[in-house]
C-alpha cells in the first residue's frame, strides 16, 4: 500500500550522498588520541575524593555505627550516615556510610576507620536450586499460563517428544568504564554534575526530586562514556550521596567512581534464568506443543518474566510457568535486550534438541515453523535464513549431531535466531544555520560510545546538502533540548528522526529567505554539494555561505521532534546468526571459529557503525556463552570474582572471524531506522551452545560453556555439566 509523500521522507537510495554509506566515526580521532573527556577526567580545581563504606555481608541488620574516628581525621571534609542503626542489609556491598576528604588515600583510611557492627541474618543465593529456594521461602509464581489442550498434544500418537534441561547464570555488565559522577551542590541551589549515564536529560530530574531542589537548577553534563549496556540509567544512592558530601563540604567538587569490586556486586547483573523445557512436534517437524517451568533471579526484587516460547509465540498448545526466586544479591538491571538472550538459550536449545531427534536440518526445522512466529517478522526470517546459511558454509560444515569428525577436535555448527522492538524514543533538537555559514544541532542526547554523533552528523548533513564537516553536533548537556535516555535501542531512530525534521525545516527556511535573490520560488529550491539552487537547474545557484549571509545577523533556528509528522522509523526487528565451532573432547575446550550475523534494522544510516554494533554484539555473546557468571559463595552471599582476574571475560585471541550482513534495500530502508544495539547480543548464546552440541553429540545444558561442563557432558554427568 502506497504512502503519501511528505517533506520530511527519508531520501530514496539513488539520492543519499551520506545516508548508508561507510563512514567512520566523528568523534574517533578524538577518542583514539585520548582528548576525548570521560567522567573520570573530570578533575574541577578544589575537588575531594569520595569513598562508600560497604556491607561486608549479604544479610545482616547494623547494629551500630560509630564514625568519629573518621570525623577526625584531617583532610576528611565530610562524613554522612547512608544507612541507620536497625537497617537490615539485603545484599553484600550496600552503601553505609559516604565520606569526601581531600585525596583517595584519606578517603580510604577515613573509611578504615568507620566502626560498622552487625548482626548477621541467614543468606539465601542458590537461585539454580528451584526446591531449595522453595523451601526457603524465596519464590513466587509470577506466570502460568496455558493455551490449547497441552496434555493432549504430547499424547498425539505421531508426536517426537524432546525433553531437556537448560539455563544460564547471573552475569555483570562490566561497562569499561565504572559508574559515577562529579558533583558540585551548593545552596544557590546549584547541582551541576559530570555523570557517566545512559540518561542526560532524565536524570537532573531524579537529582532534583530527592534532593528537593528545583530541576532548572541542575545541570548534568555527560560528553562521553564508555559503555552502560543498560545498567546507568538511574542517578543511584551513590550519586545522591555524593551531592549530598559536596554539599557537606562547602560545595567543594566531590567524585565517586566505583572500584570494580563494588561495580560487580551492586551495579546491576543480567538476570538468570534456567528451565525444563518439553517440546513436541510431529513427524514432518510441525511444531504442536510446548511446555515449560523455568526460574531465575534479578536479586532480592526478583526479574522480570521471561517471553518463553521465545520467537515461537503462536505454537498452538503451551504451557508456561516462570517462578522468580529472590536472592540476597545485587539487584538486576536492564542488560541489552533484556530477558531475551536467557529466553533464546532455553528456546533454541530445546528446538534445536528437537530437530535432532527428528533427524532434521535446524534450519529447515526452524523454517517449517516460521508461520508460528509474529506475522510481520516471518518474511524477514525468510529473507535471512538462506543469506545466513551461505555466508556460514552451513552446506560445507554441518553435519548431523555427533559427527564432528574422527579426531578429539569436533567441530560443530550451531543456529539461533532473534527479535527486539527498537522503535525511536521522543527526541527533541534544535537545528540553527548561522549567517556565516555554520550548521549546528544541539540535543540532550548521549553517546554511550555506539556512534551518536556520528548518525546526527550524517542526518543533517544530507538533509542540508552538506559534507559532514559543515555540521557541528552537540550533545552530553542537560541544557540542551529533552532526548530520551538510551536504552532499548530507540536512540538511533529518535535522534535521526528529530534531527530529520529539524533540520529540512532548517533547511526549508533558509530557501525562503534566498528564493528572491535567485528568483526561483521556495519550493523549487534544493541544496545540492553545499549550494542552494534551482532544482535540476545549477546556473541559478549560490554557494551555501553565500546563501547564508542573506540572512542577515539572524541566524534560521528550528526545532525538530520526534514523534512528529510523517512516519520516519518503525519497531520489530528480526535476526539470525550461525556459530561454527571446534570442540576438543580431551580438554573440553571450546573456541568459536566464525559467527555470522544476518541483521535487519530498518533503514541503515551508517553501514561501518552499524556492523561495528553487530560485530560488538558478537563478542559479547560468544563472552557470556563460554566465560562469564557472577560466582557467589552458597553459604557467606560473597561475591568470589568481584575482580577483572576472576570474572572471566573473552580475550583477543577468543575472537574469531566475525561476518555481518545487514539486510538493506526494498523492504528494508522503507521502514526507517530501527534499533539495532541490542538485537545481535540476543543469538550467540544460543548459537554457540547448539553448535558444540552439534559437534560432540551431546547438549551441554547450561552456558557459559566452560571445558568441565563439556567433559561432564561426555561424560554422561548432567549434574556436573550444569554445575
Not at 563512514?23 to 573527556?37: E, H, L, N, T, Y
Not at 545444558?701 to 548432567?718: E, F, S, W, Y
Amino acid at each position: 500500500m502506497a504512502t503519501t509523500p511528505c517533506k520530511y521522507d527519508w531520501p530514496e537510495a539513488g539520492e543519499r550522498k551520506l545516508i548508508g554509506k561507510r563512514i567512520s566515526r566523528v568523534d574517533g580521532p578524538a577518542k583514539a588520541s585520548g582528548r576525548a573527556k570521560y567522567t573520570y577526567d573530570m578533575n574541577p580545581p578544589g575537588m575531594l575524593y569520595g569513598k562508600i563504606v560497604r556491607s561486608p555481608y549479604a544479610h545482616v541488620r547494623i547494629t551500630s555505627i560509630d564514625i568519629s574516628e573518621a570525623q577526625k581525621l584531617p583532610g576528611v571534609k565530610a562524613v554522612r550516615l547512608i544507612q541507620k542503626e536497625g537497617t537490615e542489609i539485603q545484599w553484600e556491598g550496600d552503601e553505609i556510610v559516604g565520606i569526601a576528604a581531600t585525596s583517595e588515600e584519606i578517603a580510604e583510611d577515613a573509611a578504615r576507620r568507620v566502626k560498622v557492627e552487625y548482626a548477621q541474618m541467614p543468606a539465601f543465593v542458590a537461585d539454580a536450586d528451584l526446591a531449595a529456594a522453595e523451601q526457603a521461602g524465596r519464590t513466587k509464581v509470577t506466570k502460568d499460563d496455558q493455551q490449547g489442550d497441552v496434555a493432549k498434544a504430547f499424547q498425539d500418537p505421531d508426536a517426537v517428544i524432546s525433553e531437556g534441561f537448560y539455563g544460564q547464570p547471573v552475569i555483570c555488565h562490566c561497562c569499561m568504564e565504572a559508574h559515577g559522577q562529579v558533583t558540585v551542590f551548593n545552596d544557590t541551589p546549584s547541582l551541576k554534575i559530570w555523570q557517566s549515564t545512559q540518561a542526560v536529560s532524565n536524570n537532573p530530574g531524579q537529582y532534583a526530586e530527592v534532593l528537593k531542589i528545583p530541576a532548572s537548577s541542575v545541570e548534568l553534563v555527560c560528553q562521553n562514556m564508555g559503555g552502560g549496556f543498560g545498567s546507568k540509567f538511574q542517578v543511584d544512592r551513590w550519586g545522591i550521596e555524593c551531592a549530598r558530601l559536596s554539599h557537606d563540604a562547602g560545595g567543594a567538587p566531590v567524585k565517586i567512581m566505583l572500584e570494580r569490586a563494588a561495580e560487580l556486586q551492586v551495579a546491576g547483573t543480567r538476570p538468570s534464568l534456567y528451565g525444563h523445557i518439553r517440546v513436541a512436534a510431529k513427524k514432518d517437524g510441525t511444531l504442536i506443543a510446548w511446555q515449560s517451568d523455568s526460574w531465575g533471579t534479578g536479586g532480592v526484587g526478583g526479574a522480570g518474566v521471561p517471553p518463553l516460547p521465545y520467537v515461537f509465540t503462536a505454537i498452538p498448545n503451551q504451557k508456561v510457568k516462570y517462578t522468580a526466586v529472590s536472592t540476597n544479591t545485587g539487584g538486576a538491571r536492564a542488560w541489552r535486550a533484556p530477558n531475551h538472550p536467557q529466553s533464546a538459550v532455553l528456546t533454541m536449545g530445546a528446538l534445536d534438541d528437537l530437530a535432532a531427534k527428528l533427524n532434521m536440518d535446524p534450519i529447515v526445522f526452524l523454517t517449517k515453523n516460521i508461520h508460528l512466529a509474529p506475522e510481520p517478522l516471518q518474511k524477514i526470517y525468510l529473507d535471512e535464513f538462506p543469506i545466513a546459511r551461505q555466508l556460514s558454509q552451513w552446506d560445507k560444515y554441518w553435519h548431523p549431531r555427533g559427527q564432528g569428525g574422527s579426531g578429539p577436535v569436533k567441530r560443530g555448527l550451531g543456529v539461533s535466531m532473534h527479535t527486539w522492538g527498537g522503535r525511536g524514543h521522543n527526541s527533541t533538537c534544535n537545528v540553527t544555520i548561522n549567517p556565516d555559514g555554520s550548521v549546528e544541532v544541539a540535543l540532550g542526547s548521549q553517546d554511550l560510545g555506539v556512534g551518536t554523533r556520528t548518525v546526527i552528523n550524517i542526518v543533517a548533513a544530507e538533509s542540508l546538502g552538506l559534507p559532514l564537516e559543515a555540521v557541528t553536533v552537540k550533545l552530553g548537556d542537560s541544557r540542551y533540548p529533552f532526548s530520551g535516555a538510551s536504552g532499548g535501542s530507540t536512540t538511533v531512530g529518535g535522534v535521526s528522526s528529530s534531527t530529520r525534521r529539524g533540520a529540512v525545516d532548517a533547511r526549508d527556511a533558509l530557501f525562503a529567505a534566498v528564493a528572491p535573490s535567485l528568483g526561483v520560488p521556495a519550493d523549487q529550491l534544493e541544496s545540492v554539494n553545499g549550494r542552494i539552487q534551482a532544482r535540476g537547474d545549477a546556473s541559478k545557484s549560490l554557494a551555501w555561505k553565500q546563501a547564508c549571509a542573506k540572512l542577515g545577523t539572524k541566524p534560521i533556528q528550528v526545532t525538530g521532534k520526534n514523534p512528529g509528522d510523517c512516519s520516519l522509523n518503525s519497531s520489530g526487528v528480526g535476526g539470525v546468526q550461525v556459530a561454527d565451532v571446534s570442540v576438543d573432547t580431551e580438554s573440553g575446550i571450546v573456541r568459536v571459529n566464525r559467527m555470522t550475523a544476518v541483521q535487519d534494522c530498518g533503514l541503515v544510516i551508517d553501514l561501518k557503525t552499524a556492523e561495528s554494533q553487530v560485530f560488538g554484539a558478537q563478542i559479547m555473546g560468544i563472552t557470556y556463552a563460554l566465560f562469564e557468571e557472577k560466582v557467589v559463595d552458597p553459604q557467606t552471599g560473597k561475591t568470589l570474582n568481584a575482580n577483572m582476574e576472576a570474572y572471566k571475560l573473552a580475550g583477543i585471541g577468543d575472537i574469531p572471524d566475525l561476518v555481518a550482513h545487514m539486510m538493506t534495500g526494498p523492504g528494508y530502508d522503507e521502514r526507517g531506522p530501527v534499533g539495532l544495539a541490542e538485537p545481535p547480543t540476543v543469538s550467540p548464546g544460543a548459537a554457540i551452545a547448539n553448535a558444540v552440541a552439534n559437534a560432540i553429540g551431546v547438549r551441554v545444558p547450561t552456558i557459559p560453556i566452560t571445558p568441565d561442563k563439556v567433559l561432564a557432558a561426555l561424560n554422561g554427568n548432567q549434574k556436573g555439566a550444569t554445575a
